[in-house]
């Protein structure tokens, strides 16, 4: 697993680092703030393993980073996943990095 920041992630995004972005939070989260990245529920990932599968840069993030990082944990124990980008401190870095115009609270 990769640990990269927000900051580290959009840089990759604006030189067309060819990255997948899953953002995993819940839909009511997406509703208060989403970045427009594809959003899959962490309760649905097993849904989509054989399509994550083909993903070759595949950078997964949440609120804070944490289950994020379950889920790339996850991925790798259970479906051998090599690779897998987990953005820290999530939405929450990516605001005081990245984008501090972004609300997160109602």
Same mark, same amino acid.
């Given at each position: 697993?990769?640990? %990269?920041? &927000?900051?580290?992630? #959009?840089?990759?995004? !604006?030189?067309?680092?060819?990255?997948?972005?899953?953002?995993?939070?819940?839909?009511?989260?997406?509703?208060?703030?989403?970045?427009?990245?594809? /959003?899959?529920?962490? &309760?649905?990932?097993?849904?989509?393993?054989?399509?994550?599968?083909?993903?070759? /840069?595949?950078?997964?993030?949440?609120?804070?980073?944490?289950?994020?990082?379950?889920? &790339? #944990?996850?991925?790798?124990?259970?479906?051998?996943?090599? /690779?897998?980008?987990?953005?820290?401190?999530?939405?929450? %870095?990516?605001? !005081? %990095?990245?984008?501090?115009?972004?609300?997160?609270?109602?």
């Amino acid at each position: 697993m990769i640990f %990269q920041s &927000a900051k580290e992630i #959009n840089l990759r995004i !604006d030189k067309n680092g060819h990255l997948t972005i899953i953002d995993i939070r819940e839909p009511y989260e997406l509703e208060v703030c989403s970045l427009g990245f594809r /959003n899959i529920p962490m &309760a649905t990932i097993a849904d989509h393993i054989e399509e994550l599968k083909s993903i070759e /840069n595949l950078v997964l993030m949440c609120r804070s980073g944490k289950r994020a990082e379950s889920v &790339a #944990n996850w991925l790798e124990s259970e479906f051998h996943f090599s /690779n897998v980008i987990v953005m820290e401190g999530g939405i929450v %870095q990516w605001k !005081d %990095q990245v984008d501090s115009t972004l609300v997160l609270e109602d």
